[in-house]
């Protein structure tokens, strides 16, 4: 095929795109991909949601390896094809590691009994890659592109895209594909939303996710951590679903997000020994369903949660953590719950339930914290032909990644592979 092909994203979705097409001598200069951060050369660390590699893969070196996590790959294309995919994107961290003997994969077999009367515990094999090798990964995928002849635009930021004319608008240029992959995250989310309601298209409503960042002193759950370094608690009522999300361990830190210009928390890990503090945080997160417009609503929740300009802090006896880069995350320390379960409403009671029968089976007492909120902005899911992920009323616009409600690295890296495939036979 010799067709201009531009990509809006340089998350992992898009970059596995994009080495998916070279490595199968489809000519760079074809592929034009447009982000509105930094290359890997110069994106600094607290520019955490825009710039090469997305969110995920500057600062999450877990790649979950299960058709039930991350995102509904299987549902698209089955389970095998799903795991052939998987396979692949996780091939393009390998084949790009600095040193591959430090990658781990953790396969956890048996649900251990000190958990059951309270959670469930989700097992399922997760690839280690290691968060302090990602920038030297994202630097080797990009000087490759670079060299397949790959452009990039830089601090570009793209204001509008008209699928009938097939032309993508930045505040600079109008520039013309003939395909094009839709892969931004969450920093694009309000993009993506103007361009569904814009062109009417047909969306799958998806739940409200919101909960926090709760973190603690490792040592209390380190007899889950030794059967499950990324564990996952959860549990299931009617309505409202919990899991807890996104384990750090040894040195976790704290991270904070902005999304139209409000806060919210995630975390990271670091590798190197001198980064070491020996905390472990992750997010609790409840799925809601049942919630009319659940996109406006948790937009809201996270605006009650502002207070003096950042997300909350609540701990009994805990201050704010520090950084790795050695400063207090930015919140607003507050002493009783109130603010919380205003914003919340009923729901916080799921959280701090959530949180009481932890301390039943990890004993922290009042040695911990939270961070509030943490959200997973869901806007509708578009409705795609399965065999290629491109829109129904438009065959030429392809939508991956978060653009697509994928929740995970590998899961984003295979939605792209996927795409990719579609367009070279």
């Keep these: 095929m010799n067709k201009k092909i531009v990509i809006v994203g340089s998350g992992v979705a898009g970059i596995s795109a994009a080495l998916k097409l070279v490595d199968n001598n489809y000519s760079g200069d074809l592929i034009t991909i447009i982000d509105k951060g930094n290359n890997p050369y110069i994106r600094k660390p607290e520019e955490v949601m825009t710039g090469f590699a997305g969110a995920g893969g500057f600062s999450d070196g877990k790649l979950t390896y299960h058709t039930a996590i991350g995102g509904q790959l299987s549902k698209y294309c089955g389970e095998d094809k799903a795991y052939e995919l998987m396979d692949q994107a996780i091939d393009m961290w390998r084949r790009f590691h600095p040193d591959t ?12 009994e000190f958990i059951k009367p309270h959670f469930g515990l989700r097992l399922f094999p997760v690839w280690h890659i290691g968060t302090d090798y990602l920038h030297e990964i994202g630097k080797r995928w990009y000087d490759y592109l ?5 452009n990039f635009k830089w601090q570009t930021e793209v204001v509008d895209i008209c699928f009938k004319d097939s032309i993508v608008s930045t505040s600079s240029e109008s520039i013309y594909y003939d395909k094009l992959i839709f892969g931004v995250g969450k920093s694009g989310i309000d993009l993506s939303k103007k361009l569904l309601e814009k062109h009417n298209i047909q969306l799958e409503q998806k739940p409200a996710q919101i909960g926090v960042r709760f973190e603690a002193p490792q040592k209390y759950f380190q007899k889950l951590i030794d059967i499950s370094y990324d564990f996952k608690l959860y549990r299931k009522d009617d309505k409202v679903s919990l899991r807890s999300f996104c384990t750090n361990n040894n040195a976790a830190y704290v991270a904070v997000e902005e999304t139209y210009g409000d806060i919210s928390y995630n975390g990271h890990a670091k590798k190197d020994e001198k980064y070491r503090n020996d905390m472990t945080n992750f997010g609790i997160l409840m799925e809601i369903r049942g919630i009319e417009n659940p996109f406006e609503w948790m937009r809201e929740v996270v605006k009650k949660c502002q207070g003096s300009q950042f997300g909350l802090y609540y701990s009994p006896t805990r201050k704010p953590s520090m950084t790795s880069e050695g400063q207090i995350v930015s919140s607003h320390a507050v002493n009783t719950l109130e603010v919380f379960k205003e914003a919340f409403g009923d729901y916080s009671k799921y959280v701090l339930d959530f949180i009481d029968d932890m301390n039943k089976i990890f004993n922290f007492g009042d040695d911990w914290g939270m961070y509030i909120p943490e959200v997973k902005y869901l ?3 578009p409705i795609v032909d399965y065999s290629n992920l491109e829109l129904k009323q438009y065959s030429d616009v392809h939508f991956v990644g978060d ?3 994928a929740r995970g690295i590998t899961v984003a890296g295979a939605q792209g592979i996927y795409v990719a495939e579609d367009l070279l036979k």
């Excluded at 430090?102 to 649900?111: F, H, L, R, T, V």
């Excluded at 670079?146 to 790959?150: D, H, L, R």
């Design 403 to 405: 653009a697509l409600s």
């Design 146 to 150: 670079v060299e397949k002849g790959v």
């Design 101 to 112: 003997s430090k990658i781990m994969c953790s396969d956890p077999q048996a649900e251990p």
């Design 379 to 381: 806007t509708g899911e």
